[in-house]
């Protein structure tokens, strides 16, 4: 038996051992490395719809309550502190959770989660952990240093996680344990954040409905969510299109959603409906699926750059009559993204995703033309001078950011054909074409939409004429 599969042997004992229910004749955790997906969960015969698959008690999960991490820290975990340390940040749910997590690794088999922290990742496939060449090849993409984020995340927990182990370190480490450097603390908080960002799920406290507290104010639950590790629910894969799900209970259930489960089929959760670049940054992996959900970043700064050229006035102009939209004050950028719809009730993506419009840029456009026309206008004389600069402006930018990528849509294309690609390669050029492909779309859709403009004006005074005859 190889070590792998010894590790996955102690881990379902270990989950029966701690209340878990796991339907052995219905499911089984199946080595899918060849695939590139690590462990996962494959029916051993058709599964009805409704069918209970697993059931995980919350004693199980590791967070704030089950860890005796916080009753051993109490004041580093308390919500509110007390009133000399007021500008004390408390922990988020997600700082927390690296604390517990460093804390139950450290305690080596003397933590009750031993066999599960041993089936959990020590690698990972996530931009945070790609070297330069890697990273290059993901030029153009909304994956950006800064979004990867790993400056960041190292001054994160190097102010905030690696002082508390440093200050605790009879708490943290067992009796005769080595201690770790502070650069080898580093990298392994990395490995438990990365490892959460992956791996964690928002419990839901089966108390929904937003909270007001004794003022009256509405509680901020985000800031309250409580993060876990659910062992055998994050053993779950997951795609767009789905099978499974995780209701959320007295105890956690994973659920079939669908009557046609056959024998032989992955169970796969949902994560959400993500872009592809945002599954690469989150969980270190791509499919076809997720494609529908892509999207491109256009930055303010390359709208106002189009604007002025569409329409003569020069930037300062446009910034004194009060235009706003490369102004310093909002930075978020315009997403480029299809009409994708939800999946359905059985996880299936029913909707065909399209390119339909471009909401907030129109709107925001439209807003700018308005006040440009109030200022001047013999610029913007009426609506259909105002929907042409617009359109120019979109198909401005549009083609722009087709540019900043180093390859062409066909490019990769044919790079994909190649058998000799790593993993993540293969990855950033399905990333990056995903985004060119969209781009491609929105353009076209944008002159499909011109050209039926046109028509339709060419089209008008000839209908009157013929009235009028
Ligand atoms: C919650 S875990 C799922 C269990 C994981 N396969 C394991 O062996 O521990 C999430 C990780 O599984 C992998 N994964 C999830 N869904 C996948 C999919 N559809 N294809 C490939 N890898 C997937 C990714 O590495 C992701 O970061």
Redesign the pocket.
Known sequence: MTDFQAATDRFLSWFKSAGGEFRDDLIEIQD?RS??????IVTKQDIPQDCTLFTIPRSAIINVETSELPKKLPRTFEAAFEEEDEDTEPLDPWESLILIMLYEHLQGSGSRWKPYLD???TTF?TPMFWTEPELKELEGTVLTQEKIGKQASNEKLRSRIIPVVLQNSAVFYPADAEELGEEQLLSLAHQMGSTIM??AFDLDNEEDDPEEDEDGWVVDKDAQRMLGMVPMA??????ADFNAHVNHGVSLEVISLRSDVKAGTEI?NYYGAMPSSEVLRR???V?PEYHRYDEVEIPRSAVAKALSTATGLSPSNLTDMGVGIGTEENEEPFIIERDSGAPNEEGRLVDEAKMNDFPELEEELKDALKIIKKHKPEVVADKRKRDEIANAVIAEVLTEKLTEYPTSVREDRDLMKKSDLTNKHRMAIEVRWGEKVLLEEAIAMLKARTDAANTESDERPAKKIKSQA
């Open positions: 899918l695939q590139g997906a690590g462990r996962g089936v959990l990742p496939d992956a791996y994050d053993i779950l894969n997951a795609n796969l969980y270190g992996y499919t």
